[in-house]
């Protein structure tokens, strides 16, 4: 028999899920990040596109807002007393907009609130992308315990998803900017 302290410490399987899914996604970005010289992480390869530390910006700014919301959607489903998620199985197969999100030909504008500013360096944007991952990783530690499954918000690209559909298009929303930043790299070195 496990003591409460042990069944408060062991993570939900979809839980431990979602944690290797998105830092195998994020590992992409650093990997991409790292194939590109220093000096080409700061400039724009066209004025209307993104440089790499504007993208590198963006995906620290959605990553924090989704760690936020996780957050507070966990904070309001403890108070009205959502318990654990009895189903173990694999959240991620059940993402159904995985190819709409990770289809580059396809641009998609992101909205305004989480547009970078463009005054953030690629180095700072590396520290806030650890500071927000940081975020997201304590945010699902503490959803440990309550099913995500009924936590619903509206993506402003994707339509309705519940908190673990987020989570796993921030996994993949990695992977397209990760792609981003190698098409970035190159259209630079080769100019």
């Known amino acids: 028999m496990t003591s409460v302290a042990e069944q ?16 195998a996604h994020r590992r992409l970005v650093h990997e991409a990040i790292a194939a590109v010289p220093g000096e080409l992480r700061e400039p724009r390869p066209a004025p ?3 440089s790499i530390a504007e993208v590198v910006e963006h995906l620290s700014i959605v990553e924090q807002r989704v760690a936020t919301l996780l957050t507070r959607q966990v904070a309001a ?4 007393g959502v318990g654990p998620d009895a189903d173990s199985s694999p959240v991620i197969p059940t993402f159904a907009k995985a190819k709409q999100l990770l289809d580059r030909t396809n641009r998609i504008d992101a909205p305004k609130l989480v547009a970078p500013s463009g005054t953030v360096s690629s180095v700072a944007g590396m520290e806030a992308l650890d500071r927000s991952r940081s975020a997201l990783v304590a945010a699902l530690h503490g959803a440990n315990g309550v099913s995500l499954e009924h936590l619903v918000q509206a993506h402003p ?3 309705t998803l ?5 989570v796993v298009s ?3 929303h990695d992977a397209r900017h990760a792609a981003q930043i190698r098409e970035i790299g190159q259209s630079l070195a080769a100019g």
Request: net charge negative.
């Open 8 to 23: 408060t410490s062991q993570l939900h399987p979809r839980i431990e899920e979602l944690l290797d899914f998105i830092a």
């Open 48 to 50: 209307d596109r993104w």
């Open 170 to 172: 921030l996994g993949l």
């Open 162 to 166: 519940n908190m673990y559909h987020w």
């Open 77 to 80: 489903a403890r108070a009205s």
């Open 157 to 159: 690209v994707l339509g």
